[in-house]
């Protein structure tokens, strides 16, 4: 065969579509580097999304690809991420030590809010990502519980609070500022959503790539002003399957157009019980309501979590199922959501300003 062509490998690569991108690697400018030494091809791809889940699969897939339309006797591929900052609305300042905030919302409550939220940071940190979360359930947070994140949070210089750390993941919650988790604090609307900004903007967060913030339930005052004051880069409904909470998922996707957030997908949950007994499932809060909203929005349907008893116990005892149960078909699927949700951020126009390389000005 004759030598390889630069040309027939970039159109080998243009023939693949990447998993969750869904862009081939030269349209999507993903290719970094490219060199081939007569059978030997090196291939060094950056995404923009967390691989440590799927760079295998890609580089299998495109190992086999080259090697079926080249003479190339070896291929090493090398698949890396880089996390960019994306726009956020106008007329708000990005938070220090943080590229991009993923709101979790519903108009209704005990959706599953936090428990997906939990379970979305945990996975996307598995999968390589820098994640840290914020409750903003002033009146009733639970990340401290579900993440097994109790203590209060330390302020070193009086000013700024360093967030907790757990299962590798940055966290604040209201239930960290006080002595005790379940100390109850009082808060009139417009004091709690300054409390809450005040704790989300002083914050050591650490180099994050993504901050979940937890909203509160409903569509009400403070969500609308937390989603004006903070510089949200998608936000992402959970809703369970029946009509009802429909409506008010509905009321959420609202909300956020009203405040110029942009929706990144929907995840209902709780859309069939598996039964922890025989493994069947009943659709107990009916079906395809979140197909439904996804087709009749136009908003990406995210994933479909169970009701699974098991989800409930892992939260309850502070390690969410995601860590305690890696290999689970559930971990499978929060994992899938935390993919989707990161393509969908990494389709959003980036923040340029943001991503420009520091100028340091030395005297030499
Ligand atoms: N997929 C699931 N399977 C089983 N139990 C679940 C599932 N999702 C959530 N739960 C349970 O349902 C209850 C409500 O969930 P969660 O607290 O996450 O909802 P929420 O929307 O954050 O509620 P709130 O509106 O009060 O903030 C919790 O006890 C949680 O453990
Ligand atoms: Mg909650």
Do not use: L
């Given at each position: 065969m004759s030598e390889i062509s630069k040309d027939l490998v970039n159109s080998i690569l243009s023939s693949y579509t990447v998993p969750y991108l869904e862009i081939d690697p030269i349209s999507g400018n993903l290719v970094k580097d490219l060199s081939i030494s007569e059978n030997l091809i090196k291939l060094e791809l950056e995404l923009g999304i967390p691989v440590e889940g799927i760079q295998h699969v890609i580089s299998k897939d495109l190992n086999a690809l080259i090697k079926q339309y080249t003479s190339a006797t070896d291929v090493i591929i090398n698949i890396s991420s880089k996390i960019r900052a994306h726009a956020f609305q106008k007329n708000v300042n990005a938070l220090k030590g943080v590229k991009n905030v993923i709101a979790v919302g519903s108009?209704?409550?005990?959706?599953g809010k936090s428990t997906l939220s939990v379970n979305l940071a945990l996975a996307l940190h598995k999968e390589g990502a820098k994640v840290g979360m914020m409750d903003?359930?002033?009146?009733?947070?639970s990340l401290p519980t579900m993440l097994g994140a109790h203590g209060k949070a330390e302020s070193k210089d009086g000013k700024t609070v360093d967030p907790l750390q757990s299962h590798g993941i940055q966290s604040i919650s209201?239930?960290?500022?006080?002595?005790?988790?379940?100390?109850p604090v009082i808060w009139r609307g417009p004091m709690a959503t300054s409390a809450m900004q005040q704790l989300i903007n002083d914050a050591n967060w650490d180099n994050l790539d993504y901050l979940i913030i937890d909203l509160p339930p409903g569509t009400g005052d403070i969500q609308l002003t937390l989603c004006q004051k903070i510089p949200v880069t998608g936000a992402v409904i959970v809703t369970t399957p029946q009509d009802i909470a429909l409506i008010d998922a509905n009321k959420a996707l609202k909300m956020f157009e009203q405040v110029s957030v942009s929706v990144l997908g929907i995840v209902e949950n709780m859309s069939t019980h598996v039964c922890s007994n025989c493994g069947h499932e009943e659709a107990i809060f009916g079906t395809g309501g979140g197909e439904t909203m996804s087709e009749r929005y136009d908003v990406p349907l995210l994933g479909q979590i169970p009701l699974a008893a098991q989800v409930r116990e892992a939260v309850d005892n502070g390690e969410p199922t995601v860590v305690?149960?890696?290999?689970?078909p559930i971990t499978a699927t929060f994992l899938e959501v935390a993919r989707q949700v990161a393509a969908q951020v990494s389709r959003k126009p980036k923040n340029l300003a943001l991503n420009m390389p520091k100028i340091v000005i030395e005297n030499k």
């Open positions: 108009g209704k409550g005990g959706v903003a359930d002033i009146y009733g947070p209201m239930g960290n500022m006080t002595d005790s988790d379940d100390t305690s149960d890696p290999n689970s």
